[in-house]
């Protein structure tokens, strides 16, 4: 490697290794729960809405619609954070109201759903939530598969010409991939907008698109891009050393937004993305230069082929050692969630992964060394295996653009916990004298419940009231008592559907008519979250 390369490559790795890790730790957003609950009936219109997520959230988009079907733009009125707030201007009638919500997460990708309430009395219907059509997700793909070969065969050509000058042809490619990566780096933030705001392609020609697209992660990463490709544009015709700032700045982008590096542990996953997208780059990089060098037979071919094949190792244990780290940590441990859409799009890769270094492998111990002592057919051979790599390598970059699409399974587990944990029943036990009763709510918190009450006596065997009636009340909330009549169900006394509308403390009252001349009243306390 020529000296100057070697001067600043270290520190720059350096470098780009502690920018990757000093970002915010990013997640794949979850909603935990909303205030009021899910289907709740309220007695007094709310003052304000809130949903409580799993970690930061942006409002994109809120709206609330009407029991008349008349909606309200409340999007400037929501305040982002774990818990979203949105401040309603004015009290929601009586009847049934729909907040339709959308939010970016930290890792750039749009979370979409509904908030369904009622005021006094159930009216209407769920408003459906609006979804991108499958136009914009294809556009998105696709512009996001040709930005990754952009970098790989314009930026990562720029770097290979820290080691051997650049043929005319590769040079003049490199200028191309770079120009394109720097008009369409941006026209993929606009899709990203588009995208997280449910609209069709044709939005990128408005603003909101691309207000939206700015102001989630994936904006910050476009603008590092487009400051990459044009540092390895202008290394391309006069200052070569500009080549290594454009290649760590575009590992650092690649580390800043998306999946793989929004997952715990930030100190080890960051990094490890930004090492696996620089070993990418400078392996992918090297393969039109030398495909366009072998069919020269100077000295200047066989040293670039010479330099490349000694360092190429290098890069290959950097993608195979980050590329092992980043899977273990988005799979997760075994379970059905790997046979989800991104744990196939994994296994497609490596399959490629592993064709191509195959490829790679037989190259170094079969064809490099006579190529370089100038036999004329392994020569031949070699640029059909380098053809190979290349579409290898298209392939590669084409599946990793799909999984903007699919969360790992990592994030599906991490919901089913939060799921599993939501619906957690609650219990509270009661007695007296004569009559003692296990509640069970089912799931232990606000909206709408099951409550199983299983009755005894004092020496745990099963009575038979003729009745049983609940009462809750929350005075701390305001609200008054509820009185339900059970049915018995098997051994049990049920009510189905009660609506639980705000968590907190709740007391329960029991009325149990054991007898046409006995009345057992107890009561207890529940905490429901």
């Given at each position: ?152 065969l314009g930026l990562g050509a720029s770097v290979f ?131 366009a060098a072998l069919r020269q037979t100077t000295p ?210 029991l009325d149990i008519r054991l007898d046409r001349f ?12």
């Amino acid at each position: 490697m020529p000296a100057i390369t070697a001067r600043f490559v270290v520190p720059l790795m350096i470098l780009l290794l502690m920018l990757a890790q000093d970002m915010p730790a990013l997640a794949h957003a979850q909603l935990l729960s909303t205030e009021p609950a899910a289907n709740a009936v309220l007695g007094t219109a709310p003052e304000t809405l809130a949903l409580i997520f799993n970690e930061p959230v942006t409002p994109l988009a809120m709206t609330l619609i009407g029991p008349d079907g008349a909606s309200t733009d409340l999007t400037a009125a929501a305040a982002g954070g774990e818990i979203l707030s949105v401040h309603l201007p004015s009290a929601p009638g009586r009847g049934t109201h729909v907040l339709s919500w959308r939010v970016v997460s930290v890792d750039a990708h749009p979370v979409a759903g509904s908030l369904v309430f009622s005021v006094g009395a159930i009216t209407g219907a769920a408003a459906d939530i609006p979804e991108a059509p499958p136009a914009t997700a294809v556009l998105l793909w696709a512009g996001k598969a040709i930005l990754f070969a952009a970098l790989a065969l314009g930026l990562g050509a720029s770097v290979f010409q820290l080691l051997a000058p650049l043929p005319p042809a590769a040079r003049r490619f490199a200028r191309a991939a770079s120009l394109f990566g720097i008009v369409g780096a941006p026209v993929s933030l606009g899709l990203h907008g588009a995208d997280a705001l449910g609209l069709g392609p044709q939005a990128i020609l408005a603003a909101p698109a691309w207000s939206t697209g700015f102001a989630t992660t994936y904006g910050p990463t476009v603008l590092m891009l487009v400051v990459a490709f044009a540092l390895g544009l202008a290394s391309l015709y006069r200052f070569r050393p500009l080549a290594l700032a454009g290649w760590a700045l575009a590992a650092v982008a690649l580390a800043v937004s998306g999946h793989a590096g929004a997952a715990d542990p930030q100190w080890l996953t960051r990094p490890a993305v930004a090492l696996h997208i620089a070993g990418f780059l400078f392996w992918a990089g090297a393969l039109l230069p030398l495909l366009a060098a072998l069919r020269q037979t100077t000295p200047e071919a066989g040293r670039a082929l010479a330099r490349f094949s000694r360092l190429a190792p290098y890069a290959v244990a950097a993608i195979l050692l980050s590329g092992l780290v980043l899977a273990s940590v988005q799979m997760g441990a075994p379970g059905p969630a790997w046979l989800a859409p991104y744990g196939l799009i994994l296994a497609a890769k490596l399959s490629l992964v592993a064709v191509l270094l195959a490829i790679a492998l037989f190259n170094r111990l079969r064809l490099t060394t006579p190529t370089l002592a100038g036999d004329t057919a392994a020569r031949r051979h070699l640029r059909r295996a380098i053809v190979c790599e290349i579409v290898l390598v298209l392939a590669i970059v084409a599946l990793a653009a799909g999984w903007r699409f699919t969360p790992p399974p990592r994030a599906i587990a991490a919901a089913e916990a939060a799921q599993a944990a939501l619906a957690v029943p609650g219990y509270a036990h009661a007695m007296n004298d004569a009559v003692m009763a296990d509640i069970v709510v089912t799931p232990g918190r606000a909206g709408p419940v099951t409550i199983d009450i299983a009755l005894t006596d004092i020496a745990g065997a099963p009575v038979t009231p003729l009745s049983v009636d609940l009462t809750l009340s929350a005075p701390a909330l305001g609200i008054e008592p509820i009185r339900q009549a059970a049915t018995p169900d098997d051994g049990l006394w049920r009510i189905e559907g009660q609506a639980i509308p705000l968590a907190g403390l709740w007391d329960l009252v029991l009325d149990i008519r054991l007898d046409r001349f006995t009345l057992a009243r107890i009561g207890t306390e529940l905490d429901l979250n």
